[in-house]
């Protein structure tokens, strides 16, 4: 078990489970003297001696049952945690001398920016290349190593904390999502949580710098970019894109929850939206359909009542993504495309537009036949009868 004083409460967890709860002080002491071994009503007397007030000892325990905390007498024997593996190579990333070379890359990679325009990401350095095909499957697989290289710095921070944090993949509809679990993170003091939420994002400007000085170093002459400068401009505007998507605060992105941590806040995404829901619930004077707004600390409803800015800040950042990279992209896309199908040429170029269109058209398919059965399986596991 950990605890983890934080003001007023203290934050409860078990490390091997990643289950854990905000406790009032009192309420922590009460279980610290239990995980010592302290029989029930010895518990209960000290309890009522320390604090001058009684306590239901048998409605404690039920709720520590709920939480996991408490081991039944017939469970399985507890194993020895394994060791957290890599350990050291998360304190030699975080390093001083690690910092100091990811501030020159940065460093550099603005210079380099500054004294160069054609450096700066834009939409149109997509198009690496002319062929459609090429650019759509080396952007989406070329994203692979890019995404595990970010949640790798997210694993590496987590691990140099001595956390068994691992990397967990899903998938999403037609898309397979690289996330890492970092459960363990509320066992240790708040401070010491935003490295690792941040961690990926020092990953992405690296990335991004070292992308670009690679392009910028093999220029030819006339100052053209090779056609590998080309591919490192193309996956540096996605790298862009990455970051930027981190702004969207009303998800659950890495700037999400540094945001929560500095508001000190443990579910502010979830408290935030039944609030607002509440509100409208409250308008439309249909009482019955508001949720218990108890189940969230008070810290939580508090900052959930004005964080609708930054819900609204993170939509004006997915409006200005699609505004200024999202529409220009399609439409060069589509502008290539028809030029090369209506060309009136059955050549190579009207062969890989096709296969492209087709491509993405499949995608947009399986999206749509996916999304609808995931809502119909949703609808049967609320409503069994449906099946």
């Known amino acids: 078990m950990s605890f983890v004083s934080e003001g007023d409460e203290v934050v409860v967890g078990r490390l091997d489970t990643g289950s854990y709860a905000v406790f009032p002080s009192d ?15 010895e518990a209960a007397a000290w309890y009522e001696e320390t604090f001058d007030e009684p306590v239901d000892v048998e409605d404690f325990v039920a709720t520590l049952h709920e939480l996991g905390f408490v081991r039944e007498s017939d469970g399985a024997p507890l194993t020895p945690a394994a060791p957290v593996r890599l350990r050291g190579l998360g304190r030699a990333a975080f390093s001083p001398v690690a910092w100091a070379c990811y501030l ?8 380099a920016v500054a004294i160069h325009r054609e450096l700066r990401p834009a939409p149109s350095q997509i198009f690496f290349v002319r062929s459609l095909l090429v650019v759509q499957l080396v952007i989406t697989f070329g994203q692979v190593p890019l995404l595990l290289a970010h949640e790798g710095f997210h694993i590496l921070a987590g691990r140099r904390l001595g956390l068994p944090t691992k990397l967990r993949l899903s998938n999403r509809l037609t898309y397979i999502v690289a996330e890492t679990q970092t459960n363990g993170l509320m066992s240790v003091d708040r401070r010491k949580r935003y490295l690792p939420f941040l961690a990926g994002m020092v990953c992405d400007g690296v990335v991004l710098g070292t992308l670009g000085l ?10 053209s970019f090779s056609l ?47 609030l607002l829901k509440n509100r409208i619930w409250r308008l439309l004077r249909r009482p019955e359909r508001q949720v218990d707004e108890g189940q969230w600390t008070e810290q939580d409803r508090r900052v959930g009542t004005f964080y609708g800015p930054f819900i609204v800040l993170g939509f004006c950042v997915l409006a ?11 439409v060069s896309y589509f502008r290539i495309a028809a030029h090369a199908i209506g060309s009136g040429r059955v050549d190579a ?30 609808r049967r ?7």
């Not at 309420?27 to 009503?41: C, H, I, S, W, Y």
């Not at 596991?381 to 099946?387: G, T």
């Open 27 to 41: 309420g922590a002491e009460l279980l610290k003297r239990l995980t010592e071994g302290m029989p029930l009503d």
């Open 214 to 223: 690679i392009a910028a170093a093999d220029r030819h002459g006339d100052g």
């Open 381 to 387: 596991a609320a409503n069994p009868a449906l099946s």
């Open 104 to 111: 020159a890359v940065l460093v550099a990679w603005l210079t």
């Open 228 to 274: 590998t400068g080309r591919l490192c401009l193309a996956l540096a505007f996605t790298v862009v894109m990455r970051i930027l998507w981190q702004f969207q605060l009303y998800l659950r992105t890495d700037l999400y929850y540094v945001f929560a941590t500095a508001l000190r806040c443990y579910d502010l995404h979830d408290a935030s939206k039944a």
């Open 349 to 378: 170029r009207f062969w890989d537009s096709l296969l492209s269109l087709c491509l993405n058209a499949a995608q947009t398919v399986a999206l749509v036949v996916l999304s609808r059965r995931k809502r119909r399986e949703q």
């Open 320 to 330: 200005a993504i699609t505004i200024f990279a999202s529409i220009p992209v399609t």
